[in-house]
């Protein structure tokens, strides 16, 4: 059974920093290609970040770019997402997501003063 299990979300003021964690099982962790994605109150999935299985290279939205660094440990089966200078417009629910279509239940990330 594919697992995904989202951590490390909360709530932070605008400019704060989060790093989530995603803890992956059941699939062969190194060979696929992970993703972020969130979701904010009331609008669709928005795509934020993707890795490489050997985690050399990664893409990730404009909205992001410079702000989010997504990084995986293969050795732990944990994916990653550093996020930096956070606003308002960060708020969502953020899930992983691997590329045989499975997600996690997602992590809970608030930004408001």
């Not at 299990?5 to 909360?10: K, Q």
């Not at 059941?26 to 609008?43: D, I, N």
């Not at 934020?48 to 410079?66: C, E, H, L, P, T």
């Amino acid at each position: 059974e594919v697992r995904l299990v989202e951590s490390g979300g909360g709530v932070v003021q605008p400019g704060g920093s989060l790093r989530l964690s995603c803890a992956a099982s059941g699939f062969a962790f190194s060979t696929y290609r992970l993703s972020w994605v969130r979701q904010a109150p009331g609008k669709g999935l928005e795509w934020v970040a993707v890795i490489d299985g050997d985690g050399r290279r990664a893409n990730y939205a404009d909205s992001v770019k410079g702000r989010f660094t997504i990084s995986r440990d293969n050795a732990k089966n944990v994916l990653y997402l550093g996020m930096n200078s956070l606003n308002p417009e960060d708020t969502g629910v953020y899930f992983c997501a691997n590329d045989l279509g499975n997600r996690g239940q997602g992590t809970q990330v608030t930004v408001s003063s």
